[in-house]
């Protein structure tokens, strides 16, 4: 499943790696989907979900797992010339 990701959650550390905290979007029937980072990357493993933002709109952006220096896993978006990580500059997702 295909997913557009709308909105993000973040936590009050400034490293971009660990900043995220889950994802969140619309599915068909417009109710909302939410899910952790941690969930997120084991659903794309598995081969569930593909997640994607679009900045701006129409223009789609994939959401990839990424690995930091230290060996941490997280989501960010592939290079589109404009942001380095699209998924920061969403807005936060209610609560």
Sequence with gaps: MVLRVFCVSKTD???PHERIKGIGGFNSNNTRWWLTISDAIV??????WSFY?????GHRVN????KSMQGHEYLKTTADGEHPNNLLYL???PS
């Excluded at 659903?43 to 569930?48: D, L, S, V």
């Excluded at 933002?53 to 709109?57: F, G, H, I, Q, R």
């Design 13 to 15: 550390r400034m490293n």
């Design 43 to 48: 659903g794309m493993r598995e081969g569930r």
């Design 53 to 57: 933002v679009e900045n701006p709109p």
């Design 63 to 66: 959401v990839i797992i990424a």
């Design 91 to 93: 807005p936060e997702c």
